[in-house]
Nanobody, 128 residues
Framework: QVQVAESGGGLVQPGGSLRLSCAASGSLLDYAIGWFRQAPGKEREGVSCINNAGGPPYYTDSVKGRFTASRDDGKNTAYLEMNNLKPDDTAVYYC??????????????????????WGQGTQVTVSS
């Protein structure tokens, strides 16, 4: 079971960009990679998921057209490119791996219960 760790968060002005990284302790080839976020007082929300075999990633509606998920299996790392950031994007962002290797999307959502290995999170704050 690989361990993952996020990095790349920070403070950015509205309209700005950040790229989050999710570095794994071993090969990610067998896993789907999910990105979640949790704002204070809110439930953990699925943001994006990318399968182990390619294909278009899943995005929650609020980030479509602004966020791009990718992976570099040669570097055992996944990325979340975030553009045109908004104050509502402020949260702790987590990456996680999925046993199944593919993203399970139900009712247009992904769920934390489908992911088994989580990083410690990285804070993203969007504020002027």
């Amino acid at each position: 079971q690989v361990q993952v760790a996020e990095s790349g968060g920070g403070l950015v002005q509205p309209g700005g960009s950040l790229r989050l990284s999710c570095a794994a302790s071993g090969s990610l080839l067998d896993y789907a990679i999910g990105w979640f976020r949790q704002a204070p007082g809110k439930e953990r929300e699925g943001v994006s998921c990318i399968n182990n075999a390619g294909g278009p990633p899943y995005y929650t509606d609020s980030v479509k057209g602004r966020f791009t998920a990718s992976r570099d299996d040669g570097k055992n790392t996944a990325y979340l490119e975030m553009n045109n950031l908004k104050p509502d994007d402020t949260a702790v962002y987590y990456c996680a791996t999925d046993w199944a290797g593919f993203c399970t999307v139900e009712d247009e959502r992904i769920f934390p219960s489908d992911f088994h290995s989580w990083g410690q999170g990285t804070q993203v704050t969007v504020s002027s």
